[in-house]
């Protein structure tokens, strides 16, 4: 059974760090396209930061360029974004995804097929 599970969410004053965590069971992260996304009251879910292992290549939201780094530990299953300088405008639920439709996914498809369930952040002094 495939299953994305987010951690590390909470609240964090305006200039400070979190690092969310997405544990993965089912399926093997190494293989496939993985990202974080976010949805903030009232706004569409947005891409934050995308991965995929076919080519090594990255994406990131112009906004959080410079501030987030996506990684993950293939030992563990699991899949991290590190949130540095946080602002209030990062609030949202963030969750974590996986295109799981082909092996060797890309990020650039954005047909993430693989939900978590969410994790909240918030950013307030």
């Known amino acids: 059974q495939v299953q994305l599970v987010e951690s590390g969410g909470g609240l964090v004053q305006p200039g400070g760090s979190l690092r969310l965590s997405c544990a993965a069971s089912?399926?093997?992260?190494?293989?496939?396209?993985i990202g974080w996304f976010r949805q903030a009251p009232g706004k569409e879910r947005e891409g934050v930061a995308c991965f995929s292992s076919s080519d090594g290549s990255t994406y990131y939201l112009d906004s959080v360029k410079g501030r987030f780094t996506i990684s993950r530990d293939n030992a563990k299953n699991t899949m991290y974004l590190q949130m540095n300088r946080l602002k209030p405008e990062d609030t949202a639920v963030y969750y974590c995804?996986?295109?799981?439709?082909?092996?060797?996914?890309?990020?650039?498809?954005?047909?993430?097929?693989?939900w978590g369930q969410g994790t909240q952040v918030t950013v307030s002094s």
């Open positions: 995804a996986a295109d799981l439709s082909t092996y060797g996914s890309s990020w650039s498809s954005w047909n993430f097929d693989s």
């Open positions: 089912g399926f093997t992260l190494d293989y496939y396209a």
